[in-house]
């Protein structure tokens, strides 16, 4: 099928190598799913000698044939299936016991600590934007393109490097999960559905007559069977059961739980509680097994402390110290104005309004403005307490914080 000049444009746009390099070599990585079949689709189209590799992640019984999974034993058949009608070759990689110990393990001790993590975020920085780009450089291939709703573009200070944008579709928007991309990395990486909207992707696919056309999205955690993220934690942790006591926050005992990983800061439903008030979790005390519950305004929080810190600005981070940016503290929700506060191994996000519900362990992702086409800056995992100390309602002076490093 010939497809518009319009979306091969777009897509010679996203990849973008130099007019004078001869390598038209490009890996893509093949989850099964509709996204990651397309992306090397185009590619094909758009005259790339195109590769497509995917990773065996996971081996769960009942995930790897439930609907909305990735990575298991069905997509990796729907990934076969596509490369074989694109003529492309296609490669399997084993890197189940990687996934299992960098991600799965990682994911089952944050809950265990009174977090929500965000094991996507994991995936892309230690497996698939790690293993997935070395091994696509051995394939002497020029880029490694994902599926993945974002865009990029050569900056315009005359570096050389890439950087990251949030892309057209914004209700697709998949930037928040690609924050801890390195440079290195951001520069190798390359985004064809950046430009298109989702349906404008099923509707290729259907062009294009391929077999995942009408396939169903892949779910955020794709490897908890059913959603039920506490069935893997206690299947590898079964001493998680460990009961303890919900405690109002003026110190009241309230009743019992059955265990901190079954609660989130922000939570309201589940609690088991027969108070007059509506009452959310306001934070989990993993260490004492307590839950802290309160009122929706106790949620409020403006100082947001982080850890693990990924910066993509121009500058050094030192000198991002009283920076205005925009952040986005889960994926769903809108990006927030903030100033960035950076000190000695320490980094805190100081919101213009106080949101609620800040969850220790998402991801805080900064941004250079809202919409379609903003630069991704960086971001990091939110910690438990604000590193400058006091009020989380305070808003210290940047002039307060004193830089001794470069790097957070």
Known sequence: MKLPDSILRAVREAVAFPPESKNRRVVVAMSGGVDSSVAAALLRTAGYEVVGITLQLYNHGEATRRQGACCAGQDIHDARRVAADLDIPHY????????????????????????????????????????????????????????HYVMSRE??????????????????????????????????????????SKQETREL?????????????????CFVPGGRYQDIILRLRPDALERGEIVHSDGRVLGRHDG?????????????????????????????????????????????????????????IC????????????????????????????????????????????????????????????GGIIGREAALGGDATTHPSPREISLKSEYV
């Open 155 to 196: 900056r315009r200070d005359g570096s050389g490097n890439r950087e990251l944008l949030t892309p057209r579709d914004l209700s697709r928007d998949q930037s928040y999960f690609l924050y801890a991309t390195s440079q290195a990395q951001v520069n190798f990486l390359r985004f064809p559905l950046g430009a298109l």
């Open 260 to 316: 901190v990983m079954n609660f989130t800061v922000g939570q309201r439903r589940g609690l088991g509680l027969a108070e007059g008030e509506p009452l959310y979790v306001l934070r989990i005390d993993a260490a004492r097994r307590r839950v802290i519950v309160g009122s929706k305004t106790e949620l409020l929080q403006r100082v947001v402390p982080l850890r693990g810190v990924n910066w993509l600005g121009d500058e050094p």
């Open 92 to 147: 399997v990689l084993d890197y189940e016991s990687r996934f299992r110990n960098e991600v799965i393990d990682a994911f089952v001790g944050s809950y265990m600590r009174g977090e929500t993590p965000i094991p996507c975020v994991t995936c892309n920085q230690s497996v698939k934007f790690t293993d997935l780009l070395a091994m696509s450089e051995q394939l002497g291939a020029a880029a490694l393109a994902t599926g």
């Open 205 to 221: 696919a259907m062009s294009l007559g391929l077999s995942v056309a009408h396939k169903a999205d892949s779910q955020d955690i």
């Open 319 to 378: 000198a991002a110290n009283g920076r205005q940016v925009y952040v986005k503290l889960r994926s769903t929700r809108p990006p927030a104005a903030a100033m960035l506060l950076v000190a000695e191994n320490e980094m805190n996000v100081i919101l213009d309004d106080a949101e609620p519900a800040v969850a220790p362990g998402q991801a805080c992702v900064f941004y250079e403005r809202p919409g379609c086409g903003a630069r991704v800056l960086g």
